[in-house]
């Protein structure tokens, strides 16, 4: 099956870009996620990817994905402290309804 | 917006107590899911539906059964609780197209003594 692999911390400082990175095992993995979970939350979506591209801007975010090299990566501009948090990588792999895999997710820690 | 909502944010229950978690969906999705969150392991599927009344195993069903008697409503149940059920569950509901986007509610953190 799939395997999902992410580092579990990273600290930064603030107004510093971060910089997450993700693997998987499976080439036919067709969309990956980013999704961000605050401390006592669940997991919100923050930004996805089709297979077919290499790369997705929205605001501060950027995705990277390096189909070759089965690696995704999630830069945050300007990082606050606000985007303090657990980040997961995602990744679904087939049809039907089976759930996303999940990395283990990595922390975000934003130092001032 | 999507809406996820989930019974309770905080439950204790004994050992071999039978424990019900309610998950509610808003937005008419097809596809319901239950994952629990454990330090060091991240999230990992216990069951998925579909469609009401059609459950499909994760990669942990283990001590765990589901019911979807409605579309909007997905259960997880723990027919009898143990200490290594103590987790995080979390439930989430995609609309079953191509995207596949998943929406999360805010969690049930289960205690078990």
């Known amino acids: 099956g799939e395997d999902v692999e992410q580092s579990l911390f990273l600290s930064v400082r603030e107004g510093d870009s971060s910089v997450i990175n993700c693997t998987y095992t499976?080439?036919?993995?067709?969309?990956l996620y980013w999704y961000k979970q605050e401390p006592g939350a669940g997991l919100q979506l923050l930004t996805y990817?089709?297979?077919?591209?290499d790369m997705k801007q929205d605001q501060r975010l950027t995705v990277l994905l390096n189909k070759k090299d089965k690696h995704l990566s999630l830069r945050i501009a300007d990082t606050q402290t606000g985007d303090s948090a657990i980040y997961f990588c995602?990744?679904?792999?087939?049809?039907?309804?089976?759930?996303?895999?999940f990395g283990k997710g990595t922390h975000l820690i934003i130092q001032p | 917006d999507v809406k996820v909502t989930q019974s309770s944010r905080y439950l204790v229950k004994r050992t071999g107590e039978k424990v019900f978690l309610e998950c509610v969906q808003d937005?008419?999705?097809?596809?319901m899911f239950w994952y629990r969150q454990d330090p060091g392991l991240g999230l990992r599927l216990i069951y998925f539906?579909?469609?009401?009344?059609?459950?499909e195993k994760g990669d942990i069903p283990e001590g765990y059964s589901v019911s979807r008697e409605k579309k909007e409503r997905f259960s997880l149940i723990l027919e009898s609780a143990s200490t290594n059920q103590t987790s995080m569950y979390l439930c989430?509901?995609?609309?079953?197209?191509?995207?596949?986007?998943?929406?999360f509610g805010p969690g049930t953190r289960l205690t078990v003594t």
């Open positions: 499976d080439s036919s993995s067709t969309y």
């Open positions: 937005m008419d999705h097809e596809n």
């Open positions: 989430a509901s995609s609309p079953g197209q191509v995207v596949n986007e998943q929406y």
């Open positions: 539906s579909y469609d009401v009344k059609m459950k």
């Open positions: 990817i089709f297979s077919n591209m």
């Open positions: 995602a990744v679904f792999s087939g049809g039907g309804a089976d759930g996303l895999t």
